[in-house]
């Protein structure tokens, strides 16, 4: 029976990673960007007899996986089989091996048998492959994640709530915060389902408020999507799901009697207009356009809760890089289809950063209590949309042939295109370096590889 097994020296005590491994989020977490995986059913954690049920897509496709957790030494190891699922046979062991009090290695060792015998065994270096490429990405993440909490749990773990916990940053924060110790809330439109959602109804005034008291933070960022034309109806829509939410969740917690310390709120770059290629900073003036007037008026909204004392940090979000979502996800399909094309002429500068880093920047700015007011949530390093598709290019190993031109994609899109696709705006974090935060992805092909799962030959997280 084949057996594979992956090792990593991380900085965290045996314990501490075995901890993480038994919290909320811990599984959303090493699932890996280009993998496409669902929770069915969990139950029962990481210890025996805990089980877990998963739907795996592939386009169309669906297949069950149902393993059972067997047999765990506390802070030491834990091991789950499969009972139902795509191998013939899976046995997976997480071992945490003490080096010292405060470090660890970590091994994961997994015997399988592939499907369908020989034919199946023709397939083993394929499958070897992409069990280095899984388990790569998942010690990496988890090395990372371990580093961005040790100080801030240490210190106390937070209790934060968080709307738009669905959406692209919402839902990884909330994994991110989980697994890293944190009483995390989400603000759902629905009737909760568990004790940890609170109901909410921008639309109607309706919130369960006194589920707020008491809070460390409130992590604001629910907004409808702005990725399609324009009509007036959709602005207006667009509108009513920022600033008026907004407004309405900033005069609540005003209202409160213990109300949280910090409210960190949703902006973006949009609001400095396209601008040519000029550097900005928090300190740069707003531009003009439909964008830049919905994000003043975005952040204006947050008054009720800045005019109550509450810290209130306005994230300036630039183009999140995440495989799962637009822009990357609409482009790597015609990579791999040898049709990537750029867009306009290629020289608008895109101001981007790394959905891990824009959720570890969020815990800095929860537990940095200097930081208030705007801050751009963008990489250092922006680049242009012809450094984009070729370094997408690279990643991928795969050609570009084609150039849309500017005229094509506003006559298509309109004024959405015209105020993001093709707006060049060189966008740069200064209050966020100068408060000491360091990237993990600072680079745009670091975050590519990471977000896809294509690392450099001979380079992986293993040491």
Not at 50 to 77: D, K, S
């Amino acid at each position: 029976m084949p057996v594979f097994e992956h090792r990593t020296r991380v900085e965290a005590s045996a314990q501490e990673i075995f901890d993480w491994h038994t919290r909320p989020g811990a599984f959303e977490r090493l699932v890996p960007p280009w993998e496409d995986v669902r929770v069915v059913e969990r139950r029962g954690g990481i210890r025996d007899g805990g089980r877990v049920v998963l739907e795996l897509r592939r386009g169309a496709l669906r297949r069950r996986w149902v393993a059972e957790h067997t047999g765990f030494e506390e802070g030491l190891w834990f091991r789950d089989e499969q009972i139902e699922g795509p191998f013939a046979s899976w046995t997976h062991e997480h071992r945490f091996e003490p080096e010292s009090e405060q470090v660890c290695r970590v091994v994961d060792r997994v015997e399988y048998e592939l499907p369908f015998g020989a034919l199946g065994r023709a397939g083993g270096g394929y499958a070897r492959r992409t069990l280095e490429r899984l388990f790569s990405f998942r010690h990496e993440r988890l090395r990372n994640d371990l580093l961005r909490h040790a100080t801030l749990v240490r210190r106390r773990p937070l209790r934060v709530a968080i709307t738009g916990a669905s959406g692209t940053i919402g839902a990884e924060l909330a994994a991110f915060l989980s697994s890293g110790g944190h009483d995390v809330i989400r603000l759902v439109r629905r009737a909760p389902r568990t004790p940890s959602e609170v109901a909410w109804d921008p639309a109607t005034g309706a919130v369960d408020a006194a589920r707020l008291e008491g809070l460390d933070a409130v992590v604001h960022l629910s907004g409808r999507r702005i990725d399609t034309r324009w009509t007036a109806s959709r602005k207006l829509e667009i509108r009513a799901s920022r600033v008026d939410t907004t407004r309405f969740l900033a005069e609540t917690l005003a209202s409160l009697g213990r109300p949280p310390r910090t409210l960190v709120a949703a902006s973006a770059i949009g609001i400095y207009g396209d601008r040519g290629g000029e550097e900005l900073t928090e300190q740069s003036p707003s531009g003009t356009g439909f964008l830049a007037e919905l994000c003043q008026a975005w952040e204006q909204a947050t008054e009720p809760a800045r005019d109550a004392a509450i810290r209130v940090v306005n994230l300036r979000t630039g183009v999140v890089i995440s495989r799962r979502t637009a822009p990357l996800s609409r482009l790597v399909l015609p990579f791999r289809l040898r049709l990537g094309a750029s867009v306009g002429g290629g020289e608008q500068v895109v101001s981007w950063i790394s959905l891990d880093d824009a959720v570890a920047a969020i815990l800095h700015v929860l537990g940095n209590e200097t930081i208030a007011g705007p801050l751009n949530l963008t990489s250092p390093n922006p680049v242009s949309v012809r450094e984009l598709v070729d370094t997408l290019a690279t990643v991928l190993a795969r050609p570009r042939f084609l150039r849309v031109p500017r005229r094509m994609v506003g006559a298509v899109g309109g004024a959405m295109a015209r105020e993001t696709l093709l707006a060049d705006q060189r966008v740069v974090p200064a209050r966020l370096l100068a408060s000491g935060f360091a990237f993990s992805h600072p680079t745009l092909e670091a975050t590519l590889r990471h977000e896809l799962g294509r690392r450099l030959p001979g380079v992986g997280a293993a040491a």
